[in-house]
């Protein structure tokens, strides 16, 4: 009797400053008999399953978000009334000319930031929303240089202390700020009107992008992922069906 073909699972990890995501699949197996439909959406997954950690908008943007280290600061730039656009465009401009000032206050030297422009939810009023290191660009500098309004500001990751039940000690832990925001920035679709229709919700500088790795890849015969004891976020999940496993996790180490 043959004996049954090893489980080989396919290995994809993505680093981004402090945040690490790991995902673990086995490749689906086409099968006699099965629809041309399963056939389509399995050769879907074995085309995509190396990428699984930043194939999707909220994933790339969080691995963006996460190289603006652990400083990264979240600015809301809101217009007053004698300064609000009346359509996408007029936004477009006036973050042009807000980065063409933050170049100039930066003295030409390149910036790591991530924006989006947002107008369908809250007053329905357009705005801009702003993330870049807060050694680079402090609340006090970016009220300076935001000329048509106000300026919010708080940081990507919101940490807060936690006693440990077994230890009774005090721990630091946060709330996964890349992926809160990232999916933040995601959540309005364009619409055609406030966000023409084709339109990314975000956008990154040059900076940022290029500092984007390339995943690790690797084979190995363990679907498990070990997530380090010490670490101020994690999440894991997973999936098993006729398609084949997945597992993933995201977690941010020790700042």
Known sequence: ?????????????QRAGPLTKECRALRPRFRPGETALDHRAKAELKRYQRSAVNRKQVDRLEIRLA????????????????HLPGDFGGVRRSLRAFLSRVGRWRDGRPLDYAYAIEGLHGDRRYHIHFACPYA?????????IWR???????????????????????????????????????????????IPLGRHPWGCSRSLNAKVQPPEIWMD???????????????????E?????????????SL
């Open 241 to 253: 069906n006729d398609f084949g496993a997945y597992n993933y996790a995201s977690w941010i180490s």
């Open 1 to 13: 009797m043959p004996m049954a073909d090893p489980l080989i699972w396919h290995c994809c990890r």
């Open 221 to 239: 015969a363990s679907g498990a992922i070990d997530i380090p004891p010490s670490v101020l976020w994690a999440r894991r999940g997973g999936t």
């Open 67 to 82: 190289l603006l280290g652990p400083t990264g600061t979240h600015y809301t730039l809101t217009y007053e009334d004698e």
């Open 148 to 194: 048509q309004g106000t300026v919010d500001d708080e940081p990507v990751l919101l940490t807060h202390p936690v006693k440990d039940v077994q230890t009774g000690e005090w721990v630091t832990v946060c709330d996964g700020g890349y992926r809160r925001l990232a999916e933040y920035f995601n959540k309005e679709p364009t619409d055609g009107f406030f």
């Open 136 to 144: 680079d660009l402090a609340p006090t500098e970016i009220s300076r």
